[in-house]
């Protein structure tokens, strides 16, 4: 009598829990559906007409845009652009804040406040970030060009080709304090003993670096690549904002250096109406952005030494 | 690994002279880290300082060539003119209003989220944890054009629904924050509310989420600057006169040939940094805690 009840409330209790699980993750479960499955699918309809985002006059064209795309030399060198953005800022930024976790995890009296100036840009909206280098870059009036005259270096024209690339460049690294808090962090959980012996015995710092920080917090450096891959394919703000313009936001007068792929596709929907062919954009990009995160997660098991595995040799 | 091996025998050969070299060499250490620290800061902290200059200045000395440092007299008026040249109070409220309102839905719909991934059992939960750790990686700009033309067409467009929906829906990023939270709360504390018939509903509101301030304080402080500083979203979804204070000022301010008024443009954006470095300057470790929480417990 007694183990049926008992196993009988478990049951109820077991029935109550799910629910209750899904309850709580509704939200979610709701929001993913509305807000992300559901615009994705949208997207992949629409890729298959030729809709123009006005009027209802559209049709199914079958896979005529992807045809199209696969031709569509401004669409693909969009691309190769951004994989070289994607390829030369990534490795700047998680070098970078690496380094920069590097100097600072050391008992050096005021590295707190050097932590805050580091991370601090990083936390500066983009449009705030895109006036304050855009009054650097400034080709006449900027601070740059005014310190590169006093070693006769003339003034550059930062913010059109086709220096535009550096200047995208520079302030994407400005905001790498991110990153290097994340490094911080993995770096102060090196057991210092380990440094400290390979020091002792004559290794370089260097080496030590090399052979013993580096793949101790090789997770949290995987995760910055990960993420920064991320962050740089889908970049389209700053190359819209950094544009020297008339008109903020308009897609034109975006240099050709930093036309990336978004700015492409925002091209194709918002200046062209190309509604159809803008999805079917989206949709390729987002079978390359996956395909890429599986490359980077694949090479991890190359690189990328976990907690577990290292326990064996300690 | 083989360096531990080998370090046992080490300590025994440090002699006198060798440590006194080491502490000369560790002091000449601490001077070159020092000089690129600082280095390194005036680059970092440069573009504020070049803000602020570029906001005292009058229009003739900004583009003055070669370039002045500092202005001849402060003009503070451009600050004046940056408040009363676009409607800055109007904005500024609708940046507040959004903020507040996404961060705080986004906030308690996450802390909900991830509670019932901590510490609640359901079928097919594994997977859905793994469908939301992906969607992480999704490209959020990616599912923002397409939802913008669905949003168009329901008559959600210029209106601030859309910032509702999306605090309601929860951030894959924050509920795996309060996640990682709520799991490492010992089991005990919910056992005894359970024993004495508490259901989960008065558990998560009167167990948990008192003890994750902390965290609630990240989440909140984290989703704020998200809309304080979007740029994007604000700019698609809403007409001239109900977007945010950063659509505004990264367009509105013109002279009157059409040309961007650099100055007053730089004061507007020295306003409208101010809050959000304030709110890091006194509250950097919940911004440490989110970005590093986020990151490395995986």
């Not at chain 1, 009027?55 to 199914?60: A, G, H, L, N, V």
């Not at chain 2, 000449?28 to 000089?35: E, N, P």
């Not at chain 2, 799991?183 to 359970?194: F, S």
Request: hydrophobic residues 55%.
């Amino acid at each position: 009598m007694a183990p049926e009840r008992a196993r009988r409330g478990r049951r109820s209790w077991k029935r109550y829990s799910s629910r209750t699980f899904y309850l709580f993750v509704s939200p979610w479960i709701i929001g993913f559906t509305l807000l992300t499955a559901l615009p994705l699918g949208y997207a992949l309809l629409v890729s298959l007409t030729n809709f123009n985002g006005r009027t209802d006059r559209w049709r199914w064209i079958g896979l005529r845009n992807y045809r199209e795309l696969f031709g569509d030399a401004d669409a693909v060198a969009s691309l190769v652009r951004t994989l070289a953005y994607t390829a030369i800022a990534v490795p700047l930024m998680v070098a970078g804040g690496l380094g920069l976790a590097v100097l600072l995890n050391r008992r050096l009296k005021g590295v707190g406040l050097f932590r805050t100036i580091f991370f601090l840009p990083s936390v500066v909206p983009v449009v705030a970030m895109a006036i304050m280098w855009k009054l650097i870059l400034n080709r006449d009036a900027g601070i740059l060009n005014a310190l590169l005259e006093k070693v006769s270096i003339g003034p550059i024209a930062w913010l059109v080709d086709p220096n535009a690339f550096y200047a995208l460049i520079i302030l994407t690294l400005w905001g790498l304090g991110g990153g290097m808090v994340i490094m911080l962090a993995a770096l102060q959980g090196v057991p210092a003993e380990l440094e400290e012996a390979a020091a002792v015995d004559g290794a370089s710092r260097w080496h030590v670096l090399r052979h013993i920080t580096v793949p101790m917090i090789s997770p949290a450096i995987f995760f910055q690549v990960v993420t920064g891959v991320i962050a740089a394919l889908q970049i389209i703000i700053q190359p819209l904002l950094l544009a020297e313009t008339n008109q903020v936001g308009s897609v034109a007068q975006v240099p050709q250096n930093t036309h990336l792929f978004m700015v492409q596709v925002y091209q194709e929907f918002f200046a062209n109406n190309r509604y159809g062919y803008g999805s079917a954009m989206l949709w390729v990009f987002f079978l390359v952005i996956l395909l890429i995160t599986v490359v980077v997660q694949r090479s991890s098991r190359l690189w990328v030494h976990y907690e577990v595995d290292s326990e064996a040799d300690r | 690994m083989t360096i531990t091996q080998t370090s046992a025998a080490a300590p025994a050969t440090g002699t006198p002279p060798h440590t006194a070299h080491r502490r000369r060499r560790r002091r000449t250490d601490a001077a070159g880290a020092y000089l690129l620290l600082m280095t390194l800061a005036v680059l970092f902290v440069g573009p504020f300082v070049w803000l602020v200059l570029a906001a005292v200045k009058t229009k003739a000395e900004w583009v003055a060539i070669p370039a002045e440092v500092l202005p001849d007299t402060f003009q503070w008026g451009n600050f004046t003119r940056a408040l009363t040249e676009i409607n800055f109070p109007a904005y500024l409220g609708n940046s507040l209003f959004l903020s507040f309102l996404y961060a705080i839905l986004v906030t308690m719909s996450s802390a909900a989220v991830g509670f019932g991934f901590a510490r609640l059992r359901g079928h097919g939960k594994r997977p859905l944890f793994l469908l939301l750790l992906s969607t992480m990686m999704l490209p959020q700009i990616l599912t923002l054009i397409p939802t913008y033309v669905l949003f168009a067409r329901a008559g959600l467009v210029d209106t601030y629904w859309p910032w509702v929906l999306w605090g309601l829906a929860a951030s894959p990023y924050l509920v795996f924050l309060f996640r990682q939270f709520f799991a490492a709360i010992p089991a005990e504390l919910e056992d005894a509310a359970v024993i004495d018939g508490c259901g989960y509903g008065r558990i998560f509101l009167q167990i948990f989420l008192p003890l994750s301030r902390p965290v609630l304080w990240t989440a909140f402080l984290l989703s704020f600057t998200w809309i304080w500083g979007d740029y994007i979203a604000p700019a698609l979804f809403l007409d001239p006169d109900h977007t945010t204070l950063s659509v505004a000022i990264a367009g509105f301010y013109r002279d009157p040939h059409g040309n961007p008024d650099a100055t007053v443009q730089a004061a507007a954006a020295a306003l409208y940094v101010v809050p959000v470095l304030a709110i890091f300057l006194f509250a950097q470790r919940y911004f440490i805690r989110g970005v590093v929480g986020s990151g490395l417990k995986g």
